[in-house]
């Protein structure tokens, strides 16, 4: 559900990039209370078409919530265009509650983020709020950026490390221009990752890692813990570009940092997702059947309706029920996951889910075809 809320401020962080802070009415507050390291979604409407763009919060969670995103220009992208060239304090936008599962409870513990160029919103929230409410956490920030002029929260970060030197570690770099102290520039891959990181810590007792940014980045990232022996349920993503767009939408583009550096062409492989009734997924069972009936229960109400040829069961969904959840249609956000409870389904992509949830059955509606007649999916789960 979205809800319309006033641009309170729109402050220039760099010349490409803004943030942009809403009025959240007294009535609204419990709705917006986020975790820290959730997202948004905002939603504008141009010639009768609706557009809707993810953005990460970067305020600590509060019971008061200031709702702050980073947004960065993308070249051609429909929402950041307006952000940073339209939108003007006072003016109203529509914005979904807080959603997202790249989050961090505060807790005791030693944690790790790496970031790549506005990767750094959402983990600028959970590093404030840790170290906040936490005073037997620390945190380690490894952050990557084109140059000093494009990095995105420079005085809130410079300010953590004030309030808080003995607890918090900062490592810059950056991949095009040179720094007059610290690491040498050049991009955080996955050979050079794997020297850094235990040169700054102990990996071993790390009891979490927060990968942040362009898909390339944190696939390598995530490449050179595990060749570290880092266990995968410590290490948590959120992918912030991608440099393809999914088919007929782009993905998750407008929140991107668009450093061709430290992106990737790869993609997730398709995967068959069975529901518990369904028999496990084969090769064969790629096959889309020439008609597929897709149940959908939302909001307590239950449905069902026949998916056309080619068709997301997302897609299905909203031209029955317009209210289905979804933001991104890139397979990036999770905004859409649903659990499977019948029925096989074949995922194009998935950036969003974790091997666990996808394990127990959630899949992405956005990118779920139907591989079996009959489909039930449940987005109350």
């Known amino acids: 559900m979205f809800h319309p809320l006033r641009v309170a401020e729109i402050e220039r962080l760099t010349d490409d990039a803004v943030a942009v802070t809403f009025q959240v009415p007294p009535e609204l507050r419990t709705t917006f209370r986020h975790v820290p390291g959730q997202h948004i979604a905002l939603r504008r409407t141009v010639d009768g078409r609706e557009i809707r763009r993810t953005y990460s919060i970067c305020t600590p969670a509060t019971d008061d919530p200031t709702l702050r995103v980073g947004i960065r220009l993308v070249e051609d992208g429909e929402f950041s265009t307006y952000a940073l060239k339209e939108l003007a304090v006072g003016d109203t936008v529509d914005v979904m509650a807080p959603a997202g599962r790249f989050v961090l409870e505060p807790r005791p513990g030693h944690f790790v983020g790496i970031v790549g160029g506005s990767g750094i919103?959402?983990?600028?929230?959970?590093?404030?709020?840790?170290?906040?409410?936490?005073?037997?956490?620390?945190?380690?920030?490894?952050?990557?950026?084109?140059?000093?002029?494009?990095?995105?929260?420079?005085?809130?970060?410079?300010?953590?490390?004030?309030?808080?030197?003995?607890?918090?570690?900062?490592?810059?770099?950056?991949?095009?221009?040179?720094?007059q102290s610290g690491l040498p520039s050049g991009r955080l891959d996955e050979e050079r990752l794997r020297a850094l990181l235990p040169a700054l810590l102990p990996v071993a007792s790390v009891d979490g890692w927060y990968l942040c940014g362009p898909y390339g980045l944190v696939q390598a990232a995530e490449r050179a813990l595990r060749a570290l022996q880092v266990p995968r349920n410590r290490i948590h993503e959120e992918i912030f570009h991608i440099s393809e767009p999914a088919p007929g939408e782009a993905a998750f583009a407008d929140a991107a940092s668009t450093d061709p550096a430290v992106t990737d062409p790869a993609f997730a492989s398709p995967a068959v997702v069975g529901g518990p009734a369904s028999l496990p997924g084969s090769p064969a069972s790629l096959r889309t059947p020439a008609h597929s009936t897709v149940t959908a229960t939302l909001d307590g109400r239950a449905g069902s309706w026949p998916v056309l040829d080619g068709e997301p069961l997302l897609e299905t969904v909203l031209r029955n029920r317009a209210d289905a959840p979804y933001a991104c249609k890139g397979g990036v956000c999770g905004t859409c996951r649903a659990f499977l409870v019948t029925g096989e389904v074949r995922m194009d992509r998935n950036y969003a889910l974790e091997d666990e949830e996808v394990a127990s059955g959630y899949v992405l509606a956005c990118q779920s075809h139907p591989v079996t007649e009959e489909v039930e999916l449940d987005f109350d789960r």
């Open 121 to 179: 919103t959402p983990v600028l929230s959970i590093v404030a709020t840790l170290l906040a409410r936490r005073p037997d956490a620390r945190f380690c920030l490894v952050r990557s950026d084109r140059t000093a002029a494009s990095t995105m929260f420079l005085e809130e970060v410079a300010d953590l490390k004030d309030r808080f030197p003995e607890r918090f570690q900062l490592v810059s770099v950056l991949s095009r221009e040179d720094q």
